[in-house]
């Protein structure tokens, strides 16, 4: 019998296990133009928290007690539609569960460039698009600019640290503790921030840039976006995708440098990757280039088995990965 | 003897009488290429609430103990540079005093529009030149789009909404009190909100815009620009020029609907009216073409003599004004 995990309950601030259940489903019949995946790779990503909650969004919310759907790498097991075949490789949206059998046009057969499947959940899916698209597009990077990314090690912010330094400017990136730090400075950083040693924040990137800095790259909000406000130089870009540390706060704190937006004459720019979905051949074509020639490296953080992913989910508001967070089956 | 206003003391939180002092000047011996004016028009802004604080800003912070600096128009009363003659009137930024000896090149002469002098300080001035440029160029309007701003009663408010409605907008206003809220709508506006009365100001903007904002033009800041988050549409496109409420907030409150930037692709520009200097021909024949069709109208809020300059421009901080506050000589 397939499993798939549904969401039981609207969570309040940080979501719970209890929110979650995993149930039994029927799979339909094989009829024409359907396809049968076995799922190898789930994604949990900090966006699924947005879809908890019954609010107006760039996407639907989640319905209650139906699977949950999201990112998932899976291999072709049976297929009646053209064009898939037993054993191919696909991406699709089923989400949390082991098995899918649907309609071949909500699957997409995976680019054959010559890096892990799994990859395509993270620097070459959705979160390194987000880096791509937002450093070059959103944030209007340019050589010699400086460069400053919340949650370095993440999914997002470990492709914005090499993805700007490939592009010639100067990376700051802030993770917390001394592990992810380190990771952060091996992907190429020019300075890395602590948030969990002690010392303020404003502080730390006052002394990691003496001059101020021309991007905020935000995956966090809260006290990154503060300090990135305050050292934000005139006409600064922000770009903004993630304020994580806010998801699940119901009454999150003012910022003492909001009028600094004013002042600098920032501009804060909200993106969703979704939006940018037209471009994933040349995004594809880009990234798979600079992955083959090992100017980008991918960290993952693992979950084995599929009653671990509501706890994978919620390892992401605890820090709890490094690189890129996947469920594997 | 010419008087000055001088900053005895930096003020923290809301300036208070006791920061200013009025003193005695002694003005210099008129030498070639100087100028003595002695003012007609004072101006109070909110702007300089910024630099009465010694931070990182656009502008210089006030020096203590010296003269006040900031708009006037005066008349030349001796003249020994080329191109100024006794009774011209001109623009300049000696701020509060009542006279001034100073080189050429620090006044400008009023171009020879056919409007009251002290329009240079309201909507021929900088005010005027904020809401300009902030609805045109920073928020990019466009016929058809919903427009919010708070403050329309005031100075750059009051010409927000008559610049929007002659672009084709739908125009939503909001300003305290009933007095304020009519003059709005006298105005042009197409639904005017009254932030002083009962209920929320998401409630009241929700009821006004019900299909959302497509540009919210910002002079307050606080659960002003919170409620015009929670009502913006997706690219929604808002121009930062005020926050007038956190200017004397040292903890502002936290914003409950930020992560709409994310969630709407909200763009949040900052911009200083400076910038646009270079475009002073243009605005100037654009807006006073509007005056002199009668469609832009002016209001103004005078308090009376050189003593009242620092009490007028407290009032800024506690809404005593329609349209533009000025000190008249």
Request: net charge negative; aromatic share 8%; charged share 20%.
């Amino acid at each position: 019998m397939a499993q798939a995990w549904t969401l039981t309950a609207r969570p309040v601030g940080l979501p719970k296990l209890a929110d979650f259940s995993l149930v039994d489903i029927a799979l339909p019949p094989l009829e024409d133009g359907l396809v049968h995946v076995r799922n190898l790779w789930l994604s949990v990503d900090p966006y699924m928290r947005g879809r908890m909650n019954d609010a107006k969004s760039y996407a639907q919310p989640y319905m209650l007690n139906q699977p949950m759907v999201g990112g998932a790498v899976g291999e072709v097991v049976e297929s009646r539609a053209t064009g898939f075949a037993v054993g191919d490789l696909v991406l699709h949206s089923w989400g949390w569960r082991d098995e899918v059998v649907a309609a071949a046009g909500s699957f997409a057969k995976l680019p054959s460039l010559d890096v892990p499947e799994q990859r395509f959940l993270g620097h070459l899916g959705m979160p390194g698009m987000t880096a791509y698209f937002g450093v070059l597009e959103v944030a209007s990077a340019k050589a010699g600019d400086v460069l400053f990314v919340s949650a370095a090690a993440g999914a997002v912010g470990s492709a914005v640290v090499q993805i700007a330094k490939i592009k010639g400017l100067t990376v700051i990136g802030s993770a917390g503790g001394a592990q992810k730090c380190a990771v952060v400075r091996e992907l190429g950083a020019d300075a890395v921030i602590d948030y969990q040693a002690e010392g303020s924040l404003d502080d730390k990137l006052a002394a990691a840039a003496p001059d101020g800095i021309d991007i905020y790259f935000d995956n966090l909000g809260g006290a990154h976006l503060d300090a990135a406000l305050g050292a934000a130089k005139d006409n600064a870009r922000f770009a903004m995708c993630g304020m994580i540390e806010t998801y699940n706060d119901q009454n999150p704190p003012g910022l003492r440098n909001m009028m600094r937006i004013v002042r600098a004459r920032i501009r804060m720019q909200g993106f969703i990757i979704f939006d940018y979905n037209h471009r994933l051949g040349e995004f594809h074509a880009q990234m798979g280039r600079w992955m083959a020639e090992g100017r980008i490296q991918s960290t993952e953080t693992l979950r084995h088995g599929l009653d671990q992913t509501p706890a994978a989910f919620l390892e992401l508001f605890s820090g709890g990965n490094s690189g890129k967070m996947l469920v594997k089956l």
